[in-house]
């Protein structure tokens, strides 16, 4: 509760940078109000509620989409995994092609478990809140790809736990082929216990 | 003597002076006879609205449909954690520009226009028409049928608010061209062999006919324009309103390229569907900014039902 609570605060300071302190305020009266008034809606009102659509100041006539992209984008964003995305981050701060990647998912709304997944990154989709990633990992001499929606609200967590080196490519589909040593079952195991048993700390 | 199979009102009324003219004796028979074939006066009918005011929504009014113009594509997930593809339909200035009068008092007709339009872009007759209803010239004219109680005055805007998250919409608009395009593609047919001995014949239609009757039948699938014609896609759900944006969030895919002008209305063919969600306030005949009660900017509907994502245990 107020972990939400905190990280609406923050979008609505972030916001409030952009378009000035009053409508910050107004946005969170607008929070207070709206959950207390259609909680039993036969609709459902996403939080936070961005009272004025986002626009830059530069732009006259808005194009819609660049708008809903944008506000879509700030409200999926609660733990700015959107920084793992950005292309022009330097290497070490952002999501590339051949990195070990570890993602913890939630396996419903409705239930607590989780399912984690550790693979090396084959490949990068950048879509805005459509945008994904494939893992390849190979589990029990079985290759394993999941592909994963980086804004899914059933994805919790993406944790790059080692920079690839030495590729060269964006797309890594010949280590379907050809994957060397890249997949080498006792290195990932161990990155991917110490993650999963610092998420069940977390 | 006159034929007067086809009495229009300009026959009638030369007929008049015709017979103003003779004396009235000779003509008392004749006019006696073309009254008796005149066809019965035109009457229509228009519904009567003074003011904007909501009313009860009954399940068998049928409330107003809407031009949408089609911005895109875009995906949102669900209160189950499913990604949704949504079409993006922006309401640019949707207003209803006259009562068209129809020839029955159960059921009416209203014209709706969307968008603006230059007045030098504009014909006269056109220009006329808007001016008499006392609107700013649009960009796209479309009629909606509407049963009486449904009726609104002239120069209403109509909102993204007139739709109900969850409800279902129907979806008409003409589909992208694709030119002039062979049997397989236009008609789905299976087309020959690729390979062991095929000449020249992979593609093509075949057979068209029988020895009898010797000849093509009218209509007979062949290659063609594909393409470019209305299409309906029928029960969207609707699954976002933004009122700041005037946009309706529709979920799949709509016929049409992007910015093109979409008919929106409410699903017609349920089949023991629900229109509306259940307990959902309906704005009727639309939604009135000062009367309806008010709307946080962005509402999503409630998908319901079980969640997908947990195995069923029965």
Request: glycine share 8%.
């Given at each position: 509760?107020?972990s939400r609570?905190?990280t609406?605060?923050?979008?609505?300071?972030?916001f409030?940078?952009?378009?000035?302190?009053q409508?910050?305020l107004?946005?969170?009266?607008?929070?207070?109000t709206t959950?207390?008034?259609h909680?039993?809606?036969?609709?459902?009102?996403?939080?936070?509620q961005?009272?004025?659509?986002?626009t830059?100041?530069?732009?006259?006539?808005p194009?819609?989409?660049?708008?809903?992209?944008?506000e879509?984008l700030?409200r999926?964003?609660?733990?700015?995994?959107?920084?793992?995305?950005?292309?022009?981050?330097a290497p070490?701060?952002?999501?590339c092609?051949?990195d070990?990647?570890?993602?913890e998912?939630?396996?419903s709304t409705?239930d607590s478990?989780?399912?984690?997944?550790t693979?090396?990154?084959?490949?990068?989709?950048?879509?805005?809140?459509?945008t994904?990633?494939i893992?390849?990992?190979?589990?029990?001499?079985v290759?394993?790809?999941?592909?994963?929606?980086?804004y899914?609200?059933?994805?919790k967590?993406?944790?790059?736990?080692?920079?690839?080196?030495?590729?060269?490519?964006?797309?890594l589909?010949y280590?379907?082929?050809?994957?060397g040593?890249?997949?080498?079952?006792?290195a990932?195991?161990?990155m991917?216990?110490s993650?999963a048993s610092t998420?069940?700390?977390? | 003597?006159?034929?007067c199979?086809?009495a229009?009102s300009?026959l009638?009324a030369s007929f008049?002076?015709?017979?103003?003219?003779?004396?009235h004796s000779?003509f008392?028979?004749t006019?006696?006879i073309?009254?008796?074939?005149?066809?019965?006066?035109?009457?229509?009918y228009?519904?009567?609205?003074?003011?904007l005011?909501?009313?009860?929504y009954k399940q068998?009014?049928?409330?107003?449909g809407v031009?949408?113009?089609?911005?895109?594509?875009?995906?949102?997930?669900?209160?189950?954690?499913?990604?949704?593809?949504?079409?993006?339909?922006?309401?640019?200035?949707?207003q209803?520009?006259?009562?068209?009068?129809?020839?029955?008092?159960s059921y009416?007709?209203?014209q709706i226009?969307?968008?603006?339009?230059?007045?030098?872009?504009?014909?006269k007759?056109?220009?006329?028409?808007y001016k008499?209803?006392?609107?700013?010239?649009?960009a796209?004219l479309?009629?909606?049928?509407?049963?009486?109680?449904?009726?609104?005055?002239?120069?209403?805007?109509?909102?993204?608010?007139?739709?109900?998250?969850?409800?279902?919409v129907?979806?008409?608009?003409?589909?992208?061209g694709k030119?002039?395009?062979?049997?397989m593609?236009r008609?789905?047919?299976?087309?020959?062999?690729?390979?062991h001995?095929?000449?020249?014949?992979?593609r093509?239609p075949?057979?068209?006919?029988?020895?009898n009757?010797?000849?093509?039948?009218p209509?007979k699938?062949?290659?063609?324009?594909?393409g470019?014609?209305?299409?309906?896609v029928?029960?969207?759900?609707?699954?976002k309103?933004?009122?700041?944006l005037?946009?309706?969030?529709?979920?799949?895919?709509?016929?049409?390229?992007d910015d093109?002008?979409?008919?929106v209305?409410d699903?017609?063919?349920?089949?023991?569907?629900?229109?509306?969600?259940?307990?959902?306030n309906v704005p009727?005949?639309?939604?009135?900014?000062?009367?309806?009660?008010s709307?946080p900017r962005?509402?999503?509907?409630?998908?319901?039902?079980r969640?997908?994502l947990?195995p069923?245990?029965?």
């Amino acid at each position: 509760m107020l972990s939400r609570w905190g990280t609406a605060f923050k979008q609505i300071n972030a916001f409030s940078k952009a378009h000035g302190p009053q409508s910050a305020l107004l946005s969170l009266r607008q929070l207070q109000t709206t959950r207390a008034q259609h909680q039993d809606q036969s609709y459902i009102v996403l939080q936070p509620q961005f009272d004025k659509p986002m626009t830059k100041p530069e732009e006259k006539r808005p194009n819609v989409m660049k708008i809903i992209a944008r506000e879509a984008l700030a409200r999926a964003d609660t733990d700015n995994r959107s920084k793992l995305f950005v292309r022009r981050a330097a290497p070490r701060d952002r999501m590339c092609a051949g990195d070990v990647v570890f993602v913890e998912t939630k396996n419903s709304t409705s239930d607590s478990g989780t399912t984690s997944f550790t693979g090396v990154c084959i490949a990068i989709y950048r879509r805005g809140v459509d945008t994904s990633f494939i893992l390849r990992n190979v589990v029990q001499k079985v290759g394993v790809e999941m592909r994963y929606m980086a804004y899914s609200p059933l994805v919790k967590r993406i944790e790059i736990l080692q920079k690839g080196v030495g590729f060269r490519r964006a797309k890594l589909f010949y280590l379907r082929d050809n994957p060397g040593k890249t997949f080498q079952l006792k290195a990932l195991k161990k990155m991917a216990q110490s993650a999963a048993s610092t998420a069940k700390q977390g | 003597m006159f034929s007067c199979c086809t009495a229009t009102s300009k026959l009638t009324a030369s007929f008049a002076r015709l017979s103003l003219r003779q004396p009235h004796s000779s003509f008392s028979t004749t006019s006696a006879i073309l009254k008796a074939k005149l066809p019965q006066e035109k009457i229509r009918y228009v519904p009567e609205v003074t003011e904007l005011k909501l009313s009860a929504y009954k399940q068998e009014s049928r409330r107003t449909g809407v031009i949408a113009r089609k911005k895109g594509m875009t995906a949102m997930w669900d209160e189950w954690g499913a990604r949704v593809p949504v079409t993006v339909l922006q309401l640019e200035k949707v207003q209803v520009i006259s009562l068209i009068k129809t020839s029955h008092p159960s059921y009416a007709r209203m014209q709706i226009g969307c968008g603006e339009r230059k007045e030098k872009n504009v014909t006269k007759p056109l220009l006329g028409h808007y001016k008499a209803q006392g609107v700013e010239p649009k960009a796209k004219l479309f009629e909606f049928p509407i049963t009486p109680d449904a009726a609104l005055p002239v120069g209403t805007e109509i909102t993204a608010a007139h739709f109900v998250p969850g409800q279902l919409v129907d979806v008409t608009a003409p589909s992208l061209g694709k030119g002039f395009q062979g049997v397989m593609k236009r008609w789905g047919f299976g087309g020959g062999r690729a390979s062991h001995g095929t000449s020249l014949a992979h593609r093509t239609p075949g057979s068209t006919g029988n020895i009898n009757p010797g000849r093509v039948y009218p209509g007979k699938k062949m290659p063609g324009r594909m393409g470019g014609k209305n299409v309906t896609v029928i029960r969207l759900p609707v699954m976002k309103i933004d009122t700041a944006l005037n946009c309706i969030w529709v979920k799949g895919s709509v016929p049409g390229y992007d910015d093109q002008f979409i008919k929106v209305r409410d699903s017609i063919k349920l089949a023991k569907r629900s229109l509306f969600p259940e307990g959902a306030n309906v704005p009727f005949p639309t939604y009135i900014p000062g009367q309806s009660p008010s709307l946080p900017r962005e509402t999503v509907a409630k998908v319901g039902g079980r969640d997908p994502l947990v195995p069923a245990t029965d």
